[in-house]
């Protein structure tokens, strides 16, 4: 009886030593790979007990997770990062200590803090390593510091009043940051991206604005890092993708929200600021931003006034909101105050957009739909456009056009909505779009703002100012154009970059009238031409304006159907 009983204990004294050798547990390991930096998050049973070291020939992190056992499929290759390339496990220094090894394309200093569980429970403890792609913290891609050092030269040589309107897209959540999640698991943060994405092709494609992503993948962003690279690529105005969450399945609607210094007064919009903060905790933002180095949001929600971007950023709101109430259902009718981060930019008037809720059956089915998707980025999009059409920022294109005057348009006898926009290079959805117009109906009297056209203090094309004659003359040659259905004289001069009453000499016309299958005779300029290779970040309108020659001519010269480049395309670019 003795002996059956010191065997027993001897059984449970061995269990007890095992179970404290092993205290916690690594049950998961997620890698975020970002431009800048590539995230892994270890998902453990209770808080990391670590130590970490550098290895180098080849570069290697090492971590070793004391009393630990290891409780994922190790190892990891990890495909689409910039500096890390697998994670395994290897042989621990101690029983008990479970040694994960980091490999890397070259040496980086990362940053490594814990996190503990999310107050709703969808994460418990963690341990986050942040690797950034270069040899040190907040190293950024090479390719990318090139591109924007590129892009700062190209700004810099632009003439006087053409700068592009830059708008910030900031798509919400990414990476281990979910964001809401609707009732069949769908998240909210890959909603946001494809709108976001979306909302930026519309703007990229409009003469005279340029978006700029705050991310462009799944990877967490944190909030105050969002605003940070609206100001850096000088961004006038931040426009925040979300999707709504409640804890009730009930709420539906899109909102757009704007910022208050106050706590926000609504059931909703408490639970706005509440699940933010969730955010900065999935995310680590609280523990990033005791960062010595990152004193710009202190500074601005302690010491600077909102009064402009708050006016702004209300003005841009009620035009979303206008365009929304088209296409989906408004939880509210007005733009609504919430005390949240990511509008706190001071300089920059910023607006949130819930795009509906998630939470709810019915519209997380809509808002994973790409053609919701698209009305709800043609929606943001419109009110964009309406806003600095209406409120043109000093030294931008649009401010240049209402300078010139030739913004506004008066409809005369005989014009159709499809002339007016060739006759200042514009498009008929631009128009449209700007003068809240449902048909493609105008009436005589009518007046038009036309978005979209040429600045008229830009460097004209050297064949608008040479005297056409019906010879050629040197600087001159004939080119034969066939008018086709759609096309009018204005668009025809806009398309070759000469003037309507150049071709009415060169063809004999008596009026601006022309006809289906008619051949006209076009003098344009015998000029020496050079190749331009697109970069990220550039626009027809800006490399003309880089040139000192008309959109039309790039056009021309390269046979174009839109304004629409891609990067690494080459145009042959005239020049005199």
Request: hydrophobic content about 40%; overall charge positive; charged content about 20%.
């Amino acid at each position: 009886m003795a002996l059956r009983t010191y065997a027993n204990l001897l059984i449970l004294g061995v269990g007890l030593v095992s179970s404290a050798a092993f205290a916690n547990e690594l049950k998961g390991v997620r890698v975020w790979p970002a431009p800048d930096e590539t995230r892994v998050v270890l998902d453990m049973q209770s808080k990391a007990d670590y130590s970490q070291f550098m290895l180098s020939n080849p570069s290697r992190l090492v971590v070793d997770l004391n009393k630990t056992s290891l409780k994922t499929k190790l190892p990891i290759t990890v495909a689409k990062s910039e500096i890390l390339t697998k994670v395994r496990s290897s042989n621990a220094p101690e029983k008990g200590t479970t040694r994960l090894v980091f490999e890397l394309k070259r040496a980086t200093t990362p940053q490594i803090f814990s996190l503990s569980p999310t107050p709703d429970g969808s994460y418990g403890y963690r341990l986050v390593m942040d690797l950034p792609n270069g040899s040190g913290a907040g190293a950024v891609d090479k390719e990318e510091q090139a591109e924007e050092k590129a892009t700062e030269n190209n700004l810099a040589k632009l003439p006087s009043g053409t700068a592009d309107i830059v708008v910030a897209v900031d798509a919400g959540h990414g990476g281990d940051d979910p964001g809401s999640i609707g009732p069949t698991h769908k998240y909210e943060k890959n909603v946001t991206l494809a709108v976001a994405r979306k909302l930026a092709a519309k703007i990229n494609a409009t003469t005279g604005m340029r978006a700029v992503m705050t991310r462009r993948g799944d990877y967490y962003v944190g909030l105050s890092k969002r605003s940070e690279i609206a100001r850096k690529n000088k961004a006038l105005l931040l426009v925040s993708i979300h999707a709504d969450g409640f804890s009730s399945p009930k709420p539906r609607g899109a909102s757009v929200w704007v910022l208050n210094t106050r706590r926000a007064n609504t059931e909703i919009g408490r639970w706005l600021e509440q699940s933010e903060k969730q955010s900065e905790l999935l995310g680590g933002g609280d523990v990033l931003s005791s960062n010595p180095k990152d004193k710009y949001l202190g500074r601005a929600v302690l010491d600077l006034q909102f009064s402009y971007s708050q006016k702004e950023g209300y003005d841009v709101a009620k035009r979303v909101l206008a365009n929304l109430r088209h296409i989906a259902r408004l939880h509210k009718t007005v733009p609504q105050y919430a005390s949240l981060a990511v509008l706190k930019s001071p300089d920059i008037p910023s607006l949130l957009v819930e795009t509906g809720f998630i939470t709810n059956p019915i519209e997380e089915r809509q808002l994973t739909s790409n053609a919701h998707q698209n009305q709800l980025a043609n929606a943001v999009y419109k009110g964009i456009l309406q806003y600095f059409t209406a409120h043109p920022p000093e030294g931008t294109l649009f401010a240049s056009r209402l300078k010139a005057g030739g913004i506004k348009h008066k409809v005369t006898s005989g014009q159709t909505l499809g002339g007016i926009a060739a006759k200042y290079g514009s498009s008929m959805t631009a128009i449209k779009t700007a003068n809240n117009l449902k048909s493609n109906s105008v009436n005589i009297g009518q007046v038009l703002v036309i978005p979209g056209t040429a600045v008229t203090t830009a460097p004209a094309v050297k064949a608008t100012s040479v005297k056409v004659t019906s010879k050629a003359t040197p600087a001159t040659r004939i080119v034969w154009h066939t008018v086709t259905r759609g096309e009018y004289l204005g668009k025809i001069a806009a398309n070759y970059g000469v003037t309507m009453s150049s071709i009415r000499r060169t063809s004999h016309l008596k009026s601006d009238n022309v006809m289906v299958g008619q051949k006209l005779k076009i003098a344009v300029s015998a000029v020496k031409t050079v190749r331009h290779k697109v970069h990220r970040g550039e626009f027809l309108s800006k490399i003309a304006a880089k040139y000192g020659v008309s959109v039309a001519t790039i056009r021309d010269a390269n046979k174009l159907r839109s304004d629409k480049l891609a990067v690494g395309q080459t145009l042959i670019i005239p020049r005199s």
